[in-house]
Structures are given as C-alpha cells and as structure tokens.
C-alpha cells in the first residue's frame, strides 16, 4: 500500500562525493531502520526474486485480456498500444479471497533472512527547505520493501483491501555531513514525518517503525492507528464505485485501524533481539526489475464479508507500480509509483 507532505525536490544519484561528506553506502548503513511487526502477520520482507519465481509475465493487448508472455521481465513499453502494458500475476485468483494466497505464504515466508533494498537521493542545493524545517537534507536515504502480498482487514475480518505485490519505503533525510534531520513513512494512501529529535532509535540511529498487520504501513509507534482509506478512495476510485466504496467502509467504520506489535524484529546486523535484515543497495540502471513499467500484480480489491462477492467487492484498479527510486518528493499523499 503504500511517504509525507515535505516538498523536497531530489535529483538522481551523485556521481560523485566530496570527500568531506559521507558515502551513500554508509549513510544507508548508519540509518537502516528496525522494523518490527504484528505476532500474526503472514507476510514477511522479502526479495523481489523470489516473487518472480512464482510470478507470471502478462501482457494487456486486447483491452482487459492479459496473456502469459516469457521471461525476461520487460524494462520498457516499446511496442505497448495499452496502459499498463504488463503486469506480474502470482498464480492465486484476486476474487476467490486470501485463501490460495496464505497457503503461498506458509510456503515462502521466512523470517529468518529478511531484506531491504536502499536508494539514495541527491538534493540539489537550488532546493527549498521541507516546511517546518530550517535547512534543506543533502540526502534522501530510501529504503524500500518488498512483501508479496497486501492482506489488509478490519479487527473482526469483516473487511477487507487486498493487492498482490505491496512495496513500502522509510524515508530519511540528512544533511552535507550525515547528520539525520527527520524520517517520512508511508502508510496506505498517505504517510508521516517527523523531526528526527521525535523518532524513535536503536542503536543510537536506526529509526524505528511499527509495521501494522497485513497492510505492511509503517508507523513511528505501536497504538492502534485510523487508516485514512477515505483517501484512498477519493484517489483511486470513481463514480458510483466509489460511491459502493463508501458504504463498505461505513459499515466497517469502527474496525478500519491499522493493528501493530512488536515481534519478529528485524534491522541492521549487531544490535541486540534483532534478526539481521540483509541491507541491498540497490542500481535500478543494471537491475531489470528495478525498471518494470508494469504493474505487481492482478489488481486491488476492496471487499465486505467472509469472501470477495460481486455485490460487496469494488475493484480498486491495477496493482501497485514500480516505485521511483529516487523519488523527488515526500509527501503525505504519496504513492511508490511512477505512474
């Protein structure tokens, strides 16, 4: 699902680095963050090959009908006529429910040997300061992560919003010499930042987030949070699909909240009752999959009831996009897609 209203505009990757400033690599290491989640979550971070080992290429020509293509997965839109020309499919139907897919993650999670993938981001020094704060970052450290499937659902599994393929990312942003000036999660259709004084750390400067059941958002504490899916709906669905929309969610309106723990501890090597989360920094030029212009999966559904019934289900449109790594802003109402 889905980092936070800071208007930070970000060029690429330096090429090159002043010596008195800190390497991107080390900067990634300094802050990965300790992510820690739900005693019933079923989706552990994991790496994107391992999805494709499962996943099928499909391609869209005619309208709304995908055929299975062959590998290597696509890294442009060359002869495409449709918009999204691909998508990735795991073999599991949307609409039969979470049954098919919690099977898969009894067979593919581990908790043992998590990842996450890292980017960073050069702020040009043409760049205004994020409101609220006095100085522009010099960096934006992305950390991005991979889980093969969204289940969110209300406390009493009455609703529910689905996708295949969920990336999330942890933002931080630093000055010329390193030090940290805040942290942006996302969280569904929206997200959070905050000074870097009000986060909290292990380690001394690794942030931490409470990552909540099934839907994989990252937040700065463990309460119970409202999942403002009243704005995912005014983004993503229209007509009288919204409208359908609307009256799910107010029939589950009390029970919309995003539920967080604190096991399975993951994060950099060293620190104490942490399992090492393996840190990936990541080059989208040389990385295939990094530059997918599909989309991760069959599609989003948001449904009401004990299974996905055409009278309570409202397609939510395509599955998540490949996210822009490094991304130009931060903002509350911010998606990991390019498109």
Not at 52 to 75: F, G
Not at 289 to 313: C, D, M, N, V
């Amino acid at each position: 699902m889905a980092v936070v209203t800071v208007a930070v505009v970000a060029g690429g990757a330096s090429q090159s680095t002043p010596a008195a400033e800190p390497l991107p690599t080390a900067l990634l290491q300094a802050y990965q963050p300790v992510l820690l989640f739900h005693s019933d979550e079923d989706w552990a971070p994991t790496t994107v090959e391992s999805y494709l080992a499962s996943a099928r290429i499909e391609r869209q020509a005619p309208k709304n009908v995908w055929t299975k293509v062959p590998p290597p997965v696509p890294a442009s839109t060359v002869g495409c006529t449709l918009t999204p020309c691909f998508r990735l499919d795991v073999p599991c139907v949307l609409r039969s429910g979470y049954g098919c897919y919690e099977q898969q993650a009894s067979k593919t999670t581990t908790w043992a040997r998590p990842v996450v993938y890292g980017t960073v981001a050069s702020v040009p020094a043409s760049a205004a300061p994020p409101p609220g704060f006095t100085a522009r970052p010099r960096y934006l450290l992305h950390y991005w992560l991979f889980y093969s499937f969204d289940n969110w659902h209300s406390t009493h599994k009455r609703l529910w919003q689905t996708h295949e393929g969920d990336w999330e990312s942890i933002t931080v942003g630093v000055g010329s010499t390193g030090e940290p000036q805040f942290a942006a999660y996302s969280e569904h259709c929206s997200g959070s930042v905050r000074p870097w004084k009000s986060v909290t750390l292990r380690g001394g400067t690794h942030p931490v987030a409470y990552v909540a059941l099934g839907s994989h958002a990252n937040w700065f504490t463990s309460a119970a949070a409202r999942t403002n899916f009243g704005e995912c709906i005014k983004g993503g669905i229209t007509g009288a699909a919204a409208t359908k929309a609307a009256r799910l969610v107010k029939l589950a309106q009390e029970q919309i909240v995003d539920r967080m723990g604190a096991a399975h501890a993951m994060g950099p090597a060293g620190l104490p009752g942490v399992t090492p989360q393996r840190l990936i920094e990541l080059a989208p030029a040389t990385t295939a999959w990094a530059r997918f212009p599909g989309r991760w999966g069959e599609g989003q559904i948001l449904w009401l009831g004990s299974k996905p019934r055409s009278l309570t289900t409202v397609t939510q449109g395509y599955g998540p996009g490949t996210p822009h790594w490094n991304a130009t802003t931060v903002s509350t109402s911010w998606h990991p897609v390019t498109g």
